[in-house]
């Protein structure tokens, strides 16, 4: 039992992440039908600028802060200038200039950085919590706090506020949008902006517990689309959903399976949410009219 | 739905079956004369391996190119064939040349396997489907290490045939090249033959296809297959030229490098297959002393390519080329 | 014996009901109109009849053989082919490409003899080609075959589509608004080549808007209204439903059809 509960705890722990990232997914896959292979790019930067910043000097609280906007910055320029002058492309052509951008997001890593591991000292020290039987990390709270208020901001900002409904009608009808004055490729811009936010935010969250290294973000892009897939793709409580129930998944796989091919459960449930359901848990069925 | 001018420039290339075979000819007597220019055999090694890759990438293009479908993952096949090539003779005695069947073989079955229900996806859900197995296959790879070495791979035994030690950068050329020409002629007799014409009509409309007769699954189905199988030779002769596979030849990397060798090249031109290869074989080569630039620099030319150059080199010159003329 | 028979067919598009309760049989070798406003379901009792739905209730029948819920490839093999409101053109191919893709269905050779270029698949080529030249003189685009189809004007691409159709030798053609956005002339070639393929002895589905053309070449016509049936007969007898004029039709419509009548 107390197996379990360390397995769900770890499990929804990662999970939460890959919640934030397939959020990130949706929001930009809502506003512009493009998948954003670069989505995991954005935890990567989060987690590692901080790391760089922190080493020379900055203190912590600001390094994160910087590290954030930084991360923003870089992903209203991927849509400025990658995604936006290839608009009206297939999907396949997009998904291949947002893969390009992973892989150059990560060359750049890779220079300015280094190849290494690196960690971040945890909120809240490292002393376990002790519940169920289970040792749990206080970090991990952390992290879902963070990723619960995180989901709350971003709920209160679409539904309350006259600029989150703006993305919302870019999503949901462009050229609508436009014909009510809405700068559409703002909207869009701004999605890619608040995306690369939650990335950030994610990845600085989660360091203490996984380390982070200029790799890392492929593997996370893959998990984050599986969460969203999983979910229903472009629904954001799929995302949310998906991503715990992903996480979960992964966790008891590795614990009472086989830890060895825990990156395959994503691929897996990938292909199984595909065959089986590909609309997602809360999707519905798309229908072609010829 | 009109296309846009990428979709004239590939018909206007696609239009004359002489134009391949020329093409072909031209590529063969390329690959004969070049040899007495080399300096050194570091160019035979780097030309052997440009021709390994233009394999895999034709193989490749005919179902990017031509099908229309799309494979993220089709790296995975190429490691099934360079295991093979590993695994067979030291693992189980049999011949280099077996076990390159083999490893054909096999592929074959499972993209028979896994391409039936996987292409029944069509654009985003494809990609990412096809990532996934990939990825799949290169964590299988990585983790059965009794088979295969675990991640640091295993050394690949020289193929002997017929008593013959095949090895040297030289031998190697030469099987290469020959290997590639035939390749590309079997690929350009099945684009100029019903099941290219089907296969050409499917990416254009599935729903016209399937209302003409065509059995779309299966026709996918087959390029599918044949595809896997060009990119499992092309696997199992890297292998035994590097003497040497490690689980990377399956990875992501491998398989977004094999991608835009396609779509750099020429999506639909097998020509372009070549050229693509080239350029992604010699980028890092140019890297050397840049290394650690060597993944910037890839990402920025996939994402130039494909914002400003999407029908891919060939096509765009061979367009360039027409509008100067006229 | 009808050739095409279709009985209490109903189908539902989330909730709503495209179709409701259609029956309607084809004599061979007529030609069967298909008419009614905007969203009756013409297009979607097409998309029936050649596969690409399964209807929710009904069947349909090719010769007496139960086909529902077969999919397209099926019943191309039995003889029905169709063309599409949207052009469904192969834009990457060029004119005569397109239609030797028709052909498709006669064309017995497999990808390993392909790959191989054996002699059969030479012979193969040269026949299908044949066949497509053919085809293409015979609706007139024989000057433009070796173009891309992307080139070709929309009024050539309708024909393009109808020559395509009929290189896969079909026994039942549904034309799916031949002459929509067609000009007069474009219009008056289509009756002509409508004409000319009814005499040739293939059935002919038509739905079609303008009714000059379907007055002057239908046999029968069937007309729907909000996905059920509203009136059914020759054209004389349509003409003269009150509930059709009422309907459909319109001032100006049973105005051009007085004229058509001549």
Redesign the interface.
Same mark, same amino acid.
């Given at each position: 039992m107390s197996e379990f509960v360390q397995f769900f705890f770890s499990g929804i722990t990662v999970g939460a992440v890959y919640a934030l990232v397939a959020l990130g997914f949706t929001l930009i896959y809502n506003a512009s039908d493009v998948i954003n292979f670069a989505q995991g790019e954005f935890v990567m930067l989060g987690g590692m600028t901080t790391v760089f910043l922190g080493l020379a000097g900055v203190p912590l609280p600001l390094a994160a802060l910087l590290a954030v906007l930084l991360t923003t910055i870089v992903g209203f320029a991927l849509h400025r200038i990658a995604i936006e002058p290839a608009r009206g492309a297939n999907a396949v052509v997009l998904i291949m200039i947002t893969i390009g951008a992973s892989i150059f997001l990560r060359g750049v890593a890779q220079v300015v950085f280094d190849k290494g591991f690196h960690s971040l000292p945890p909120l809240f020290g490292n002393a376990p919590i002790h519940f169920a039987g289970a040792a749990i990390l206080p970090q991990s709270l952390v992290v879902l706090a963070g990723a619960a208020v995180i989901v709350v901001l971003l709920w209160a900002f679409i539904d309350r506020t006259l600029f989150g409904k703006a993305i919302i009608a870019t999503a949901v009808n462009r050229v609508a949008a436009r014909l009510v004055g809405i700068d559409t490729r703002r909207m869009v811009g701004f999605s890619f902006g608040i995306s690369a936010a939650i990335g950030a935010v994610a990845g600085i969250l989660i360091t203490p517990i996984t380390l982070t290294g200029y790799e890392i973000g492929t593997l996370l892009a893959l998990k984050g689309f599986a969460a969203a897939m999983l979910g229903g793709i472009g629904i954001a409580a799929g995302a949310v959903v998906g991503g715990l129930l992903l996480g979960a998944i992964e966790a008891f796989s590795a614990g009472y399976i086989s830890s060895q091919y825990k990156d395959a459960v994503a691929f897996l449930v990938i292909l199984l949410v595909l065959f089986v359901r590909p609309q997602g848990i809360f999707g519905k069925p798309k229908f072609e009219r010829v | 739905m009109?296309?846009a001018i990428l979709?004239?420039v %590939?018909?206007?290339l696609?239009?004359s079956p002489m134009q391949r075979q020329w093409a072909i000819l031209a590529i063969a007597a390329v690959a004969l004369l070049m040899p007495p220019f080399f300096p050194s055999t570091y160019y035979y090694r780097v030309a052997t391996l440009v021709f390994v890759f233009a394999i895999a990438a034709t193989g490749l293009n005919l179902l990017m190119g031509f099908a229309g479908q !799309?494979s993220?993952g089709h790296a995975g096949f190429m490691g099934i064939g360079a295991y093979a090539v590993a695994i067979g003779p030291s693992r189980f005695g049999i011949p280099s040349w077996l076990a390159l069947l083999a490893g054909a073989a096999l592929t074959a079955l499972l993209a028979f396997a896994v391409g039936r229900?996987?292409l029944r996806?069509k654009?985003?859900?494809l =990609? %990412? =489907?096809t990532?996934?197995?990939g990825?799949?296959l290169a964590?299988?790879f990585g983790?059965e290490s009794r088979f295969t070495g675990g991640p640091d791979g295993m050394l690949v035994p020289r193929p002997i045939l017929f008593g013959w030690s095949i090895g040297g950068t030289v031998t190697w050329y030469w099987i290469a090249a020959l290997t590639f020409v035939l390749s590309a002629m079997?690929a350009v007799?099945?684009i100029?033959?019903?099941?290219?014409? =089907?296969l050409?009509?499917i990416?254009?409309?599935e729903?016209?296809?399937?209302?003409?007769?065509?059995? !779309?699954a299966r026709q996918k189905l087959?390029?599918f297959v044949?595809s896997a199988v060009y990119a499992s030779v092309a696997g199992s002769y890297l292998a035994a030229f590097d003497g040497h596979v490690t689980p990377e030849i399956s990875g992501?990397?491998r398989s977004?490098e094999l %991608? =835009?060798m396609v %779509?750099l090249g020429g999506i639909g031109s097998i020509v372009g297959s070549l050229v693509g290869a080239a350029l992604l074989v010699m980028l890092p080569q140019v890297l050397t002393v840049l290394h650690?630039?060597?993944?910037?620099?890839?990402?920025? !030319?996939?994402?130039g390519v494909?914002?400003?150059m999407?029908a891919g080199i060939v096509p765009s010159l061979a367009a360039a080329l027409a509008r100067h003329r006229a | 014996m009808s050739i095409v028979a279709v009985e209490h067919l109903s189908i539902a598009f989330g909730g709503v009901r495209a179709i409701d309760d259609v029956s309607l049989a084809v004599r061979e070798g007529l030609v069967f109109s298909i008419i009614g406003p905007n969203g009756a379901g013409k297009t979607t009792l097409f998309n029936v009849i050649s596969g690409l739905y399964v209807p929710l209730e009904g069947s349909v029948r090719i010769r007496d053989e139960n086909v529902t819920g077969l999919p397209p490839e099926a019943l191309a093999r039995r003889g029905v082919s169709r063309t599409f409101q949207n052009l469904q053109i192969f834009f990457r191919m060029s004119a005569l490409e397109n239609v030797m893709v028709g052909c498709h269905r006669h064309e017995t050779t497999g990808a390993l003899a392909s790959l191989l270029h054996l002699p059969e698949v030479k012979r193969q080529n040269r026949r299908t080609r044949e066949a497509a030249t053919r085809a293409l003189e015979r609706i007139g685009l024989a000057a433009v075959a070796d173009m891309p189809a992307s080139s070709l004007s929309f009024g050539n691409l309708k024909r393009l589509e109808i020559a395509r159709a009929l290189a896969s030798e079909p026994s039942v053609l549904l034309l799916d608004e031949p002459a929509a956005g067609c000009n007069a002339v474009e219009t008056e070639e289509l009756t002509k080549i409508i004409r000319g393929i009814a005499d040739d002895g293939i059935t002919v589905l038509l739905v079609e808007h303008d009714m000059r053309l379907v007055m002057q070449i239908s046999d029968y016509i069937h007309v729907l209204a909000n996905g059920r049936t509203l009136a059914a007969g020759t054209a004389a007898e349509v003409r003269a439903n009150p509930a059709v004029i009422e309907a459909y039709l319109g001032v100006h419509g049973s105005q051009e059809a007085a004229h058509a009548d001549g």
């Amino acid at each position: 039992m107390s197996e379990f509960v360390q397995f769900f705890f770890s499990g929804i722990t990662v999970g939460a992440v890959y919640a934030l990232v397939a959020l990130g997914f949706t929001l930009i896959y809502n506003a512009s039908d493009v998948i954003n292979f670069a989505q995991g790019e954005f935890v990567m930067l989060g987690g590692m600028t901080t790391v760089f910043l922190g080493l020379a000097g900055v203190p912590l609280p600001l390094a994160a802060l910087l590290a954030v906007l930084l991360t923003t910055i870089v992903g209203f320029a991927l849509h400025r200038i990658a995604i936006e002058p290839a608009r009206g492309a297939n999907a396949v052509v997009l998904i291949m200039i947002t893969i390009g951008a992973s892989i150059f997001l990560r060359g750049v890593a890779q220079v300015v950085f280094d190849k290494g591991f690196h960690s971040l000292p945890p909120l809240f020290g490292n002393a376990p919590i002790h519940f169920a039987g289970a040792a749990i990390l206080p970090q991990s709270l952390v992290v879902l706090a963070g990723a619960a208020v995180i989901v709350v901001l971003l709920w209160a900002f679409i539904d309350r506020t006259l600029f989150g409904k703006a993305i919302i009608a870019t999503a949901v009808n462009r050229v609508a949008a436009r014909l009510v004055g809405i700068d559409t490729r703002r909207m869009v811009g701004f999605s890619f902006g608040i995306s690369a936010a939650i990335g950030a935010v994610a990845g600085i969250l989660i360091t203490p517990i996984t380390l982070t290294g200029y790799e890392i973000g492929t593997l996370l892009a893959l998990k984050g689309f599986a969460a969203a897939m999983l979910g229903g793709i472009g629904i954001a409580a799929g995302a949310v959903v998906g991503g715990l129930l992903l996480g979960a998944i992964e966790a008891f796989s590795a614990g009472y399976i086989s830890s060895q091919y825990k990156d395959a459960v994503a691929f897996l449930v990938i292909l199984l949410v595909l065959f089986v359901r590909p609309q997602g848990i809360f999707g519905k069925p798309k229908f072609e009219r010829v | 739905m009109r296309p846009a001018i990428l979709d004239r420039v %590939v018909s206007a290339l696609r239009r004359s079956p002489m134009q391949r075979q020329w093409a072909i000819l031209a590529i063969a007597a390329v690959a004969l004369l070049m040899p007495p220019f080399f300096p050194s055999t570091y160019y035979y090694r780097v030309a052997t391996l440009v021709f390994v890759f233009a394999i895999a990438a034709t193989g490749l293009n005919l179902l990017m190119g031509f099908a229309g479908q !799309v494979s993220l993952g089709h790296a995975g096949f190429m490691g099934i064939g360079a295991y093979a090539v590993a695994i067979g003779p030291s693992r189980f005695g049999i011949p280099s040349w077996l076990a390159l069947l083999a490893g054909a073989a096999l592929t074959a079955l499972l993209a028979f396997a896994v391409g039936r229900p996987i292409l029944r996806l069509k654009g985003h859900y494809l =990609a %990412v =489907a096809t990532l996934g197995f990939g990825l799949l296959l290169a964590i299988v790879f990585g983790n059965e290490s009794r088979f295969t070495g675990g991640p640091d791979g295993m050394l690949v035994p020289r193929p002997i045939l017929f008593g013959w030690s095949i090895g040297g950068t030289v031998t190697w050329y030469w099987i290469a090249a020959l290997t590639f020409v035939l390749s590309a002629m079997l690929a350009v007799n099945l684009i100029d033959s019903p099941t290219g014409r =089907a296969l050409r009509a499917i990416h254009d409309s599935e729903i016209a296809s399937r209302v003409l007769g065509i059995d !779309v699954a299966r026709q996918k189905l087959t390029v599918f297959v044949i595809s896997a199988v060009y990119a499992s030779v092309a696997g199992s002769y890297l292998a035994a030229f590097d003497g040497h596979v490690t689980p990377e030849i399956s990875g992501f990397l491998r398989s977004i490098e094999l %991608v =835009a060798m396609v %779509v750099l090249g020429g999506i639909g031109s097998i020509v372009g297959s070549l050229v693509g290869a080239a350029l992604l074989v010699m980028l890092p080569q140019v890297l050397t002393v840049l290394h650690d630039y060597e993944h910037m620099a890839l990402g920025l !030319v996939l994402m130039g390519v494909m914002i400003f150059m999407r029908a891919g080199i060939v096509p765009s010159l061979a367009a360039a080329l027409a509008r100067h003329r006229a | 014996m009808s050739i095409v028979a279709v009985e209490h067919l109903s189908i539902a598009f989330g909730g709503v009901r495209a179709i409701d309760d259609v029956s309607l049989a084809v004599r061979e070798g007529l030609v069967f109109s298909i008419i009614g406003p905007n969203g009756a379901g013409k297009t979607t009792l097409f998309n029936v009849i050649s596969g690409l739905y399964v209807p929710l209730e009904g069947s349909v029948r090719i010769r007496d053989e139960n086909v529902t819920g077969l999919p397209p490839e099926a019943l191309a093999r039995r003889g029905v082919s169709r063309t599409f409101q949207n052009l469904q053109i192969f834009f990457r191919m060029s004119a005569l490409e397109n239609v030797m893709v028709g052909c498709h269905r006669h064309e017995t050779t497999g990808a390993l003899a392909s790959l191989l270029h054996l002699p059969e698949v030479k012979r193969q080529n040269r026949r299908t080609r044949e066949a497509a030249t053919r085809a293409l003189e015979r609706i007139g685009l024989a000057a433009v075959a070796d173009m891309p189809a992307s080139s070709l004007s929309f009024g050539n691409l309708k024909r393009l589509e109808i020559a395509r159709a009929l290189a896969s030798e079909p026994s039942v053609l549904l034309l799916d608004e031949p002459a929509a956005g067609c000009n007069a002339v474009e219009t008056e070639e289509l009756t002509k080549i409508i004409r000319g393929i009814a005499d040739d002895g293939i059935t002919v589905l038509l739905v079609e808007h303008d009714m000059r053309l379907v007055m002057q070449i239908s046999d029968y016509i069937h007309v729907l209204a909000n996905g059920r049936t509203l009136a059914a007969g020759t054209a004389a007898e349509v003409r003269a439903n009150p509930a059709v004029i009422e309907a459909y039709l319109g001032v100006h419509g049973s105005q051009e059809a007085a004229h058509a009548d001549g």
